[in-house]
């Protein structure tokens, strides 16, 4: 390791400023679970990066505290890239979520105190901006048809330019993507994972109609998505995608389970409904076949499952490559953090697509105060120095982690599916 110079401890943002004194791991639950970093230098100046994983946070807690946490003591918060380094292939056990959502946590948290020590928003680190603001899609969903069409009219109203339809499913309890009890939807709500049953016909048969409905409804100008969460086959996503083809789709999301890249093939040669997958990628090695050969439009790893801004700035620049743009996972259960991180990222990225978008519960944006905000049908950063979000801690202790896991799906004959 390099000594500084007595003249170099000197300046501010000299190495001895920058020096890890402490990194501390925050779980808390204000209206559902987050994991975050926060790392303190010796200067002072912190930075936050969110490591939550649905369903897995203590996983990744313990990563963090037990195994990281210990090896940023004394290093050097402005050496970003030699951190991400050590992290991913100096634990010899490489990728996965929880390894993945850890690096991230502290990537980002080092990312957000360049930003404060340099006094520059995060977007113009990373090269400056690009556009006014990101391209937000909204979740609608009913527990039928019209009422789908209704809640997609809703977000037409507040300014919405895209919007995700789901609805209920009939024959289907517990469809994927409904709310229960005027409720906004959360899939993790339960300590044991709910049981919901899966029927692919009659999901095939419903999808179709909702969209002719929501074109009759409320006409061409507004963009419409939709998620299949991993539910069919390749050939059934095949023939889903055809369907849906009249009705212009701005993309078709995790249409099959995507472990074996090749199976896009066969969704890819028979429609040309736009396609959207990654939310479960943790490297740019789940999606090299995906991007190289074409067989997407949009990617939707993020920030905090992929190994934070180093390493998404690395696929995205490879999926740039070849046409195919961002289109970040936003639910509820990435963090504020991860949101602010994500818009920079948003506004700087030449390749982008589009952001997710879900409102975070109240007592979330409380304990994470952060500066974005939605402007027509955008969400627009500040220029906060840095990724822009922060946490009140002793605002966050007054929610303890309650610990739920996401639902999963059978079949009718019992067995088990994909949720
Ligand atoms: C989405 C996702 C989520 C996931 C959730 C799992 O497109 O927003 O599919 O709804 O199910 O993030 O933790
Ligand atoms: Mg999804």
């Known amino acids: 390791m390099n000594t500084p110079s007595p003249s170099e401890s000197a300046r501010p943002g000299s190495h001895r400023d920058r020096e890890i004194v402490e990194a501390r791991v925050i779980v808390t639950c204000p209206g559902r679970n987050f994991v975050t970093l926060k790392i303190v230098t010796r200067s002072g100046v912190y930075g936050l990066g969110d490591a939550t994983l649905n369903g897995r946070e203590l996983a990744v807690a313990s990563y963090l505290q037990d195994h990281v946490v210990p090896n940023l003591i004394g290093r050097d918060a402005g050496r970003i890239e030699d951190v991400w380094q050590f992290l991913y292939r100096g634990a010899y056990w490489r990728r996965g979520p929880v390894t993945m959502s850890a690096i991230a946590a502290v990537d980002v948290a080092l990312w957000d105190i360049l930003g404060k020590m340099a006094g520059l928003p995060l977007y113009r680190l990373l090269g400056g901006r690009s556009r006014e603001g990101a391209l937000v899609y909204a979740h609608a969903n009913g527990r039928d048809i019209g009422e789908a069409s209704d809640e997609v009219g809703k977000y ?70 939709h998620d299949v969460h991993h ?58 076949h995906l991007i190289e050969n074409q067989l997407i439009d949009y990617i939707r790893t993020t920030i905090v499952h992929g190994g934070g801004i180093t390493h998404i700035r690395r696929l995205a620049d490879f999926a740039g490559l070849h046409q195919v743009r961002t289109g970040f996972h936003g639910a509820t259960d990435l963090s504020p953090v991860t949101m602010g991180a994500a818009l920079h990222f948003d506004t700087w990225v030449p390749n982008f697509g589009i952001q997710e978008y879900m409102f975070h519960a109240e007592e979330t944006d409380a304990v994470f105060p952060h500066d974005y905000a939605f402007r027509d049908g955008r969400l627009h950063v500040g220029d906060t120095p840095g990724h822009g979000v922060d946490i009140d801690e002793a605002l966050a202790a007054k929610y303890p982690y309650a610990p739920k896991q996401l639902p999963v799906a059978r079949l009718e004959d019992g067995s088990m599916w994909d949720w």
């Open 156 to 225: 037409i109203e507040k300014g919405f330019l895209a919007v995700r339809a789901q609805c209920g499913v009939p024959g289907v309890k517990k469809a994927y993507g409904i709310a229960s009890g005027g409720r906004p939807y959360e899939p993790a709500e339960s300590e044991l994972p709910a049981e919901t049953v899966w029927n692919t016909p009659r999901y095939l048969e419903t999808v179709p109609r909702l969209f002719e409905r929501l074109r009759a409804d409320h006409g061409n100008g507004v963009e419409l998505l």
């Open 231 to 288: 539910r069919l086959t390749p050939i059934e996503a095949a023939r889903l995608g055809r369907d849906l083809e009249p009705h212009r789709l701005f993309w078709m999301e995790d249409a099959t389970p995507a472990e074996n890249q090749t199976s896009f093939e066969i969704v890819r040669r028979h429609t040309v409904t736009p396609l959207a997958v990654g939310e479960v990628f943790n490297s740019i090695w789940d999606c090299k």
